[in-house]
């Protein structure tokens, strides 16, 4: 028997045919009906990379799936997980608010440097200011 679809309960019994003649299953654990997965068809890296440019082509997802021969829920489902894989890498780190910091370096020689006082005296060959 199939598991359930829903909690993957084995606890499943057969409950009749639906329409097209498919097995319909029973699921005892939560009451659910349901039919048998269909046969997954395999869709060729060839028509992958075939969906992938047609997507680019911004043509109508009914229309990719009749071109290239797979049914609509599956391209739903395959442009779905696609876009989930995106990563998303952009990453916004927060700003560092700058620290004041003040390197007062006494080059031997130089003169004396006073922040909090009113001048210095060193010798300051870099220009601009900040
Ligand atoms: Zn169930």
New binding site residues.
Partial sequence: MP???????S??VKNGHIQNGKQRFL??????Q?VEKPAQKLISQATRDLIDRLLLERISMAGIARAVQVSEQWLQTYVNDKYAQVPRKVQVKPKKKGKLTIQSSNPAGAGEVSICGHSWTTKVTSSGSG
């Fill in positions: 598991t359930c679809p829903k909690y993957a309960s606890k499943t699921c005892h654990e939560c009451g659910r349901f």
